[in-house]
Each structure stands twice: as structure tokens, then as C-alpha cells.
């Protein structure tokens, strides 16, 4: 496993559609190590392959269901090709951080709970039912295989005076 180079605004890669994954061979398994490591080191919850350069569509999340739980072992969760296939009529604005963003934080309006298809590392189907913050963060991840950063949804950005947690 290596860090990558993080992807901050405004280098172009970021506005850019990831292309589908058709191929899950050595440099895909590869190329995720590597995501969840720059994702872990950064420190961040989540992270997209378009912020290490690579315009793939390949999330990587790890976050603990139970925020109150402090000994509660968070969750790996491996993406390829991720798809919301639906969302709960219920949603809430919150702040949100991103990695490729550093130094701003922002307002952004997000469902609650989502249903998301794809493949897990080796080609199997998956399929997740998220709600609350898992939920939250894989919208912002599955934007940036769109192009779309929290900065273009949020209703309100600032700078913030604190170290941003949970970065995505």
C-alpha cells in the first residue's frame, strides 16, 4: 500500500464524471489499499478515487455506526460503480468538510437514508441500506464520481475555527 496525493480544488480532475469500472484486476485492488490508507492517514471518513487523480468510479468509507458507542469499531465499506437506487423523502442539513477541500466547511442539505448498489472490490453485487451519517457520506462521496463537490450544494460556507471532523 502507498499514499496518494490528495486532489484539492481547483484542479479540474475534480469536475470531471469517474468512468465505470470494468476491469477488477491487480491494479483495481491496488489502487483501492491505496484509497482506504491516503483515507485513514488524511485522517477522513471517506474518499473518492477523483481525489487521488484517478477518474474511476471507487469509493472507500469507514465510519462507526453508533457515534455514542466510543469503542465501536468502524466499518470498512468498499464501493465500485455505486449507484442510489433510492432515498427517503426525509432530509437534514448539516456541515460537511472534504478532503480536497481543506479550510472550508459547509451547509449541505442531504437524505437521510439511501439505498446503494454496486460491486464490492472483486465484481459481486452489493447492496446497502444506509441512514444518518453513513448516509450523508456516501452522497458526498458518490458526488465526486459526478463532478460534484459539497461547495456546489451547500446553502451556506464558511471557515470554520475548529479542526473539521469527519472529513469525507
Avoid at 1 to 14: E, F, G, N
Avoid at 33 to 52: F, S, Y
Avoid at 109 to 128: D, S
Wanted: charged share 30%; net charge negative.
Amino acid at each position: 500500500m502507498a499514499l496518494r496525493t490528495i486532489v484539492t480544488v481547483p484542479d479540474p480532475v475534480l469536475k470531471k464524471k469517474a468512468k465505470t469500472v470494468t476491469k477488477f484486476d491487480d491494479k483495481l485492488q491496488q489502487l483501492v489499499d491505496d484509497m482506504v490508507e491516503t483515507m485513514r492517514q488524511a485522517p477522513g471518513v471517506g474518499l473518492a478515487a477523483p481525489q487521488v487523480g484517478i477518474l474511476e468510479r471507487v469509493i472507500v468509507v469507514e465510519y462507526a455506526e453508533d457515534e455514542e458507542d466510543e469503542e465501536a469499531e468502524p466499518r470498512l465499506y468498499v464501493v465500485i460503480n455505486p449507484q442510489i437506487t433510492r432515498t427517503s423523502a426525509d432530509t437534514e442539513i448539516a456541515p460537511e468538510g472534504c478532503l480536497s477541500i481543506p479550510g472550508l466547511q459547509g451547509d449541505v442539505e442531504r437524505k437521510l437514508a439511501i439505498t446503494v448498489k454496486g460491486q464490492n472490490r472483486h465484481g459481486q453485487p452489493l447492496t446497502l441500506r444506509l441512514k444518518d451519517w453513513t448516509a450523508r457520506i456516501f452522497q458526498h462521496e458518490i458526488d465526486h464520481l459526478n463532478g460534484v463537490l459539497f461547495t456546489d450544494l451547500a446553502t451556506k460556507i464558511w471557515k470554520p475555527t475548529e479542526p473539521v471532523e469527519d472529513n469525507v
